[in-house]
């Protein structure tokens, strides 16, 4: 099956920095590569996604980048604010629908 | 327009005892996927329902089943219930599958 990696596990930086989060994945018939943000004790959100035919995608300050060669798609957050401080997950996905999520990744946004 | 919805949002069950949750779909998805969650690890696919079929499954035993209605709802359902059954169980639905998916709130299931 699928292996998903997610690094780092946790990430601290200062308001305003940037933040990146790489994931790492096994299976080369994964064409769909979604990151979502969790809060807690709520469900997780679909914040940017990006199919493989694209190698890049942004939306404001989210972006995602992807190297299908390598196997390896990165989140990167821009002029970060408390507000993005949440569990973030990488989930690659193939044509037939399986979903598997990586570990998660906690960022924490220091005022 | 509803989003994903998922009944009840908390249960309490003991071991041995079964348990049914249910999930409707956002208007217009016809695909539902079911995930387990337990605390502070990422959510694990136990299975995908498409047409009322079960199309994909991950790597749970035969304890968890379900289905799908005519009219895209789906239930899992868990037999047996283990102390370790205790999690987060989270409904996602999209426009078939490998597509983007939407997630309901969540059932948290306390086994005891």
């Known amino acids: 099956g699928e292996n998903v990696e997610q690094h780092p596990s946790t990430l601290s930086v200062q308001e305003g920095d940037s933040a990146v989060i790489k994931c790492t994945y096994s299976?080369?018939?994964?064409?769909?590569f979604p990151w979502y943000k969790q809060e807690l004790g709520k469900r997780p959100q679909l914040i940017i996604d990006i199919r493989s035919n694209v190698g890049e995608k942004k939306d404001q300050r989210i972006a995602v980048t992807l190297n299908k060669t390598a196997k390896h798609f990165s989140l990167h957050i821009t002029e970060t604010q408390p507000e993005d401080s949440a569990v973030y997950f990488c989930a690659p996905n193939t044509n037939a629908g399986k979903s598997t999520f990586g570990d998660g990744t906690t960022l924490t946004v220091k005022p | 327009d509803a989003g994903v919805t998922q009944s009840p949002t908390h249960l309490i069950k003991t071991r041995g005892q079964q348990v049914t949750l249910r999930c409707s779909p956002k208007s217009g998805h016809d695909t539902v996927s079911w995930y387990q969650q337990a605390l502070g690890q990422g959510p694990q696919f136990i299975f995908q329902y498409y047409e009322e079929e079960e199309r994909q499954r991950g790597n749970f035993p035969d304890r968890f089943s379900g289905h799908q209605f005519p009219n895209y709802s789906s239930e899992l359902n868990v037999n047996a219930l283990l102390l370790g059954d205790s999690a987060l169980y989270l409904c996602a639905s999209s426009l078939g599958s490998g597509e983007t998916q939407y997630f309901g709130p969540g059932t948290r299931l306390l086994v005891l």
């Open positions: 299976d080369s018939a994964s064409n769909y």
